[in-house]
């Protein structure tokens, strides 16, 4: 399994902008974002392929949160926007080097990923 390791967790406002990072230390092929709310089940947040493709998104982020992934810098981000008070939960990022992710069932699975961070805190205040 690879390394990860989640950054950018912040306190914000809500409405604001924040980006998550992940960096991980060795080559695979799918990622994925999971976040736990306060008292929540950890649920998938969004997921892509190696080099960004096939992005896929939970439906309460559509159209706020963009998951890209530069290969040549081992680096997964999210981009949040319009965040709101739901939002706030521990962030965690997810790899495989499985194919997961390119499966509408098994994507937002959380045992198709062997490999995962500590989490990152966001905190979204209205």
């Known amino acids: 399994s690879v390394h990860l390791e989640e950054s950018g967790g912040d306190s914000v406002q809500a409405g604001d902008s924040l980006t998550l990072s992940c960096r991980h230390n060795?080559?695979?092929?799918?990622f994925a974002w999971f976040r736990q709310g306060p008292g929540k089940q950890r649920e998938w947040v969004a997921s892509v392929y190696r080099g960004g493709s096939r992005p896929e998104y939970a439906d309460a982020v559509k159209g706020r949160f963009t998951i890209s992934h530069d290969n040549s810098k081992y680096l997964l981000t999210l981009q949040m926007n319009d965040l709101k008070p739901e939002d706030t939960a521990t962030y965690y990022c997810?790899?495989?080097?499985?194919?997961?992710?390119?499966?509408?069932?098994?994507?937002?699975?959380?045992?198709?990923?062997?490999?995962w961070g500590r989490g990152t805190q966001v905190t979204v205040s209205s």
């Open positions: 997810a790899a495989d080097s499985g194919y997961g992710c390119m499966s509408s069932d098994a994507r937002a699975r959380e045992r198709e990923y062997t490999s």
């Open positions: 060795d080559y695979t092929n799918c």
